[in-house]
């Protein structure tokens, strides 16, 4: 596929060799410094946020910078020549990183959707995969969504039989437009396990929120849980008894006050805040998340307007304060009672990591309550480890899975 079909000129060519290898052809026939600085430009304009760490990564852009190198300018002299390569360079290693990531990513396999009523709720389920093959249940985290593991499954090399809930008040999932309770969403996933795997032991893998109900829900019920792999999912922050009367007046504030969403003009405005918030989100996968995180409806601009719109697919209740206080040490003697493999994967620059470096022996002395327990850890990669890096989350979890 030509990228510009425009004679005699710089004709980037984009072919793939495999699926993860990209082969950059590049001819040249005559022409001037000014057309070949203006082609460069275009090529530019095709993409502009393309960040170091997918440049240098891409196979198809080195491939691209070695063409780019040998292509050369009648009629100019050497100077000149390289005072233009050295402009131009990056500009066009940023517009073919653009393709090379386009052709680099998977093709997505399909999800279907079912919708199950449990504990009075209606709760949508996404699922991929061979319903015959053995089954994996992955659960979302606090505002995220099922369609977000999508990345992930794309990546996955034996063949699984996934099933991926919306927690209530996410997504496709009925939303209560009242506060939520934390222990709703263990009586659910009870509720999932038994409507999908009424005997037996499971196999659960999940992000944030997902995974530490994953984890209690192992402690709770252990004959349940075949084998348990949390990314990010390590409990929060503990409390002590005395932020109890703030927390109780934020609750009776929270009453009379609901949340609410932010509104976006249109969901490439929302995907530009997905990659402000997550720095190694590619503009492909932004893109793709804003039309699964985001749906039509009304919120507030920042003067506090409100506007019809594009918003997060979420109850805004779920922003609410709980009025109990997070006790860690009940959820250190639920782990306790684990007793299945548990996965720790955190992502190197996670700032959850970085809020437990704050507090010396936190870390340690929760992962000390499972029995068996080992951990590890992703580079480039934030809390968002299966929107950063889904290819390597995709191997930890079929290495922890297939060898249990």
Not at 3 to 13: E, H, K, V, Y
Not at 205 to 215: D, F, L, P
């Amino acid at each position: 596929m030509a990228l510009f079909s425009r004679t005699q000129l710089l004709d980037p060519m984009l072919c793939l060799g495999s699926r993860r290898t990209i082969r950059v052809r590049l001819k040249t026939q005559q022409a001037t410094g000014r057309v070949r600085t203006g082609i460069a430009r275009a090529l530019a304009g095709q993409m502009r946020r393309i960040t170091r760490r997918e440049i240098h990564r891409n196979p198809g852009v080195n491939a691209a910078i070695d063409a780019f190198d040998q292509v050369q300018t009648p009629g100019l002299g050497r100077s000149h020549q390289q005072d233009m390569d050295s402009h131009n360079r990056a500009n066009m290693l940023r517009s073919t990183a653009f393709f090379a990531e386009k052709i680099r990513m998977p093709p997505m396999l399909t999800s279907r959707s079912e919708t199950l009523d449990l504990n009075g709720v209606r709760l949508h389920i996404r699922r991929w995969g061979n319903p015959n093959a053995p089954t994996l249940f992955l659960l979302h985290g606090w505002m995220d969504i099922s369609a977000a593991f999508q990345f992930v499954v794309d990546e996955l090399k034996q063949e699984w039989n996934i099933i991926a809930p919306d927690w209530r008040g996410f997504g496709p999932s009925q939303w209560l437009h009242r506060p939520y309770y934390f222990v709703e969403h263990i009586g659910d996933l009870d509720a999932i396990l038994d409507h999908y795997a009424p005997t037996g032991k499971v196999r659960l893998a999940g992000h944030s929120m997902g995974g530490i109900i994953a984890c209690l829900y192992a402690g709770i019920r252990p004959e349940r849980v075949d084998s348990v792999l949390t990314l990010e999912g390590f409990g929060i922050a503990p409390t002590t008894p005395d932020m109890a009367p703030a927390r109780y007046q934020q609750w009776l504030d929270v009453l009379k006050t609901p949340p609410r969403m932010h509104v976006y003009g249109d969901r490439a405005a929302f995907s530009s805040r997905l990659q402000r918030d997550n720095r190694f989100l590619t503009p492909q996968r932004a893109e793709f998340l804003a039309q699964h995180l985001a749906c039509k409806g009304e919120g507030y601009d920042r003067h506090g307007v409100k506007k019809h719109g594009i918003v997060w697919n979420g109850d805004p209740w779920h922003k609410a304060q709980a009025a109990y206080l997070f006790r860690l040490e009940e959820s250190m003697a639920v782990w306790k009672k684990v007793t299945c493999p548990v996965r720790w994967v955190a992502g190197r620059q996670s700032w959850v990591v970085k809020e437990y470096a704050t507090r010396p022996g936190d870390w340690e002395a929760r992962q000390q309550c499972f029995a068996k327990v080992d951990e590890l850890w992703i580079d480039e990669a934030d809390h968002m480890l299966h929107y950063d890096q889904p290819e390597e989350v995709a191997r930890l979890i079929e290495e922890f899975f297939l060898r249990i």
